[in-house]
């Protein structure tokens, strides 16, 4: 694990990112042997479905997040990061502060992605980087925060939890802070085409001279594992209204709603496509009074 964490600091000094990188990438692979228990599949996969096309996630939302987060960080607010699936988003929030130092925390279920963010951000943080093993639907985070942070994460939640989620927002958020959150909105579980979808990865792996971190068998295994656990996963919301209806159960006011698009898929030739699906990235602010 050591000689990958050097390896990964060798490659930052001559890029920019950090966390979408084959180097990363190799990280996450050997974390999530150690540490997941039943989410191997994604966070094993995750970083190396970063690599290709078309861009995923917080890669696909990039642009939009730094210039949505960038105005409501300063020097010393205080972020919470409610769940992440590797590092790409904790890079893209201390993208978004430059140089400003801000004290930053990740909370997430799983070692995997926490040690992630320490590795590969820890010394780069102008503030200070936190990592905490927790649900965002359990306890509350003490003392509240100035910024939330939820990238597509309530996809991964039952409706129980997804209630749970609103009053932990709720709560881990000061009177007129805020919650930045994206979230796909009346999607039904995608399907997908497994083959094309092993295919697919693997070609454009190839393509890019990405070596496999393990055999392609065992490699192939988890890639097919998590489509399996991507067709679990409808949006949270069937329409704007029950988003809006959620935010305010989390004691928040809307303050922007910007449109994303969602979604890929296969053509019958088993080509990557686009398809259409609502998403949508939400800045909302909590009540003075809260």
């Known amino acids: 694990m050591t000689e990958i964490q050097i390896t990964v600091q060798d490659w930052r000094s001559e890029h ?22 039943g989410c191997r599949g994604y966070h094993a996969i995750w970083p190396y479905l970063r690599l290709i096309d078309p861009p995923r996630g917080v890669d696909a939302d990039r642009d939009l997040l730094l210039k949505t987060l960038a105005p409501l960080l300063d020097t010393g607010s205080t972020v919470l990061l409610a769940g992440s699936a590797d590092a790409g988003l904790a890079e893209c929030v201390l ?22 963010c320490a590795g590969l951000l820890g010394s780069r943080a102008a503030g200070r980087l936190f990592t905490k093993r927790a649900s965002i639907t359990g306890q509350a985070v003490a003392p509240p925060v100035d910024l939330i942070v939820a990238h597509s994460v309530l996809s991964f939640l039952s409706a129980d939890n997804l209630v749970k989620a609103a009053a932990f927002i709720d709560r881990s958020l000061r009177p007129a802070g805020r919650l930045v959150m994206t979230t796909a909105i ?28 393990d055999d392609e068998l065992a490699f ?15 949006s ?16 928040l006011s809307v303050e922007t709603i910007q449109e994303l698009r969602r979604g890929t898929g296969f053509d019958s030739r088993g080509d990557p496509i686009l398809r259409p699906s609502e998403g949508v990235l939400v800045v909302a602010r909590k009540d003075l009074a809260g």
């Open 220 to 234: 192939t295994t988890l890639l097919d594992a998590y489509a399996l656990g991507r067709e679990q996963r409808a």
């Open 236 to 251: 949270p919301f069937a329409d704007r209204d029950a988003l809006l209806q959620w935010l305010n159960a989390a004691g």
């Open 16 to 37: 920019p990112s950090a966390t979408r990188s084959e180097p990363a990438a190799q990280l996450a692979y050997a974390l999530s042997a150690v540490h997941c228990q």
């Open 95 to 116: 993208d978004a502060a430059a140089d400003q130092p801000v004290d930053l925390t990740v909370v997430d279920l799983c070692d995997t992605p926490l040690r992630q």
């Open 186 to 213: 009346g999607r039904r579980t995608p399907t997908t085409n497994r083959a094309f979808f092993r295919r697919h990865v693997l070609t454009e792996l190839a393509a890019r001279s990405v070596a496999l971190p």
